[in-house]
């Protein structure tokens, strides 16, 4: 039979999280490279709707691992009962996407099985007959391909953006669904869950956003920013900035893209006067468009860009809200 990859998506509150579909489709894409197979899993508390909207990608079958300990996340919960399940199962590989929660739970779920964890992959390589990673290092300047040492099962977690959730390819007919349910001494889990921190008020996951429209230098003052809002409220979408304009504290930190911020992949990337620094790039590279609006015609934006404009925002963008307006009338 061939090896088995086992996917484990993330649910909150019942509802998956979007960035499982990317790790579904890197899956698929190591499937069909190694010839191997792919499954599924959850874990929580009355998941069997998530589940089932999993089952409709094209995976062998899903796993609901379900117990009332797993109501509300807690990493002792997750790790014990997907340790159970792993053990049991024996897949060969375990993608996760590279989530807070899966940051949190993972590397104890490894090495409580004796294996090490490649986190935060932005791609594969076949090798022979080998499977490398390739990870960044030292802010993206550099990446690596790393390989597993030792016996299966091996676990890697996939950036988010690393592959594009819109190429999941779904099932011919919803995959079967089979309910485990987890033994989790609920004595042992350690930490008790209160309400999902966020921030501040304001506070935004710019991983979930469909269109960004982001700042960078080029938008000089403080109170240009508005004008940028006025194009991501136009469009339907969320306001970003690089990590200068957040530093100034001329935008919150929770809207910062990059590598010391989020990490994006829209459907829609606008950058406005962003010249495409290795940091920026980083963050937002997993767009499926990427549009860049910079009066420096060398900017390294458009090295990366779909669709380049080369001059000032501050004649682009009015002219931009205009449109979108039109369209919409």
Not at 68 to 83: I, N, S, V
Not at 106 to 111: D, G, M, V
Not at 226 to 234: E, G, M, P, V
Not at 298 to 316: R, S
Request: aromatic share 8%; with cysteine.
């Amino acid at each position: 039979m061939p090896e088995t990859i086992l996917v484990v998506a993330e649910q909150h509150a019942g509802k998956l999280n979007r960035v499982s579909w990317e790790t579904v489709a890197g899956a698929q894409a190591i499937a069909a490279e190694m010839g191997w197979q792919v499954e599924a899993a959850l874990a929580g508390n009355g998941i069997a709707a998530a589940a089932a909207e999993l089952a409709g990608k094209k995976v062998g079958k899903v796993y609901a691992v379900e117990s009332p300990a797993l109501a509300d996340y807690t990493p002792d919960g997750f790790a014990a009962a997907l340790k159970q399940f792993i053990t049991d199962k024996k897949p060969h590989l375990v993608l996760m996407p590279h989530t807070y929660q899966v940051r949190d739970f993972a590397p104890k779920l490894a090495t409580s099985l004796g294996r090490c964890l490649i986190p935060d992959c932005i791609g594969y390589k076949k090798d022979g007959n080998r499977l490398l990673f390739t990870r960044q290092m030292f802010q993206g300047k550099f990446a690596a391909d790393v390989s597993f040492a030792g016996e299966p099962p091996y676990f890697a977690t996939f950036q988010n953006g690393a592959f594009r959730g819109d190429k999941a390819e779904a099932g011919s007919a919803p995959a079967p669904v089979e309910t485990i349910t987890a033994k989790v001494d609920a004595a042992a889990i350690r930490t008790k869950p209160h309400e999902w921190f966020k921030e501040a008020k304001q506070a935004v996951d710019l991983t979930q956003a469909e269109i960004i429209v982001s700042v960078g230098r080029g938008i000089k003052e403080q109170k240009n920013i508005d004008l940028a809002k006025q194009l991501a409220d136009s469009l339907g979408g969320e306001l970003a900035a690089s990590r200068p304009i957040c530093d100034s504290g001329w935008l919150p930190m929770d809207r910062q893209v990059g590598s010391s911020g989020q990490t994006v992949a829209p459907k829609l990337y606008l950058a406005l006067g962003i010249s495409g620094a290795i940091q920026r790039i980083v963050g937002m590279k997993g767009s499926r468009t990427i549009i860049a609006v910079n009066k420096d015609a060398e900017a390294p934006i458009f090295e990366i860009a779909d669709y380049g404009v080369v001059g000032n925002l501050f004649d682009v963008v009015p002219a931009l809200i205009e449109e979108v307006k039109k369209a919409k009338s």
